[in-house]
């Protein structure tokens, strides 16, 4: 891989649509949970659908308890994506394609088969119910 690839940042405005909402989610979740409001709340009013606040709500918990370090997450009003977030963006792109080959190798050298196999799962129910 080229160093240009790892430096480059990711415009959140590069994202499908999916993947943005699910991207602004995640930062309103995070700011929630950092101030002891209700984190459904706020993955809810992003994404105007209680179904798929639960759903996302399962897939960030599963995937905080399955990253080797912290996630990290840019802050709300941020046009750039962290690395994390491109991640996330990127199983969720792999997911709604049903392309399990391409999210395994996205996630290969990161975490074991068990995990990629659970992360899979809740990402593909995800998409499923993601308002465009």
Do not use: K, N
Request: a neutral charge; proline letters at 6%.
């Amino acid at each position: 891989m080229r160093i240009e690839c790892l430096a480059r940042r990711a415009e959140l405005q590069e994202l499908p649509d999916q993947a943005v909402r699910a991207v602004r989610a995640l930062r309103r979740w995070v700011a929630a949970r950092g101030t002891g409001r209700c984190t459904m709340d706020s993955l809810r009013a992003q994404l105007g659908c209680l179904r798929a606040a639960v759903h996302l709500q399962l897939l960030l918990e599963e995937v905080g308890a399955a990253w080797p370090e912290p996630f990290s997450v840019s802050p709300p009003c941020c046009p750039r994506l962290s690395h994390d977030e491109t991640t996330l963006a990127g199983m969720l792109s792999l997911a709604a394609a049903a392309d399990r080959p391409g999210f395994d190798r996205l996630l290969s050298d990161l975490l074991a088969e068990d995990v990629r196999e659970r992360l899979y799962h809740s990402a593909r129910v995800l998409s499923g119910v993601l308002p465009a």
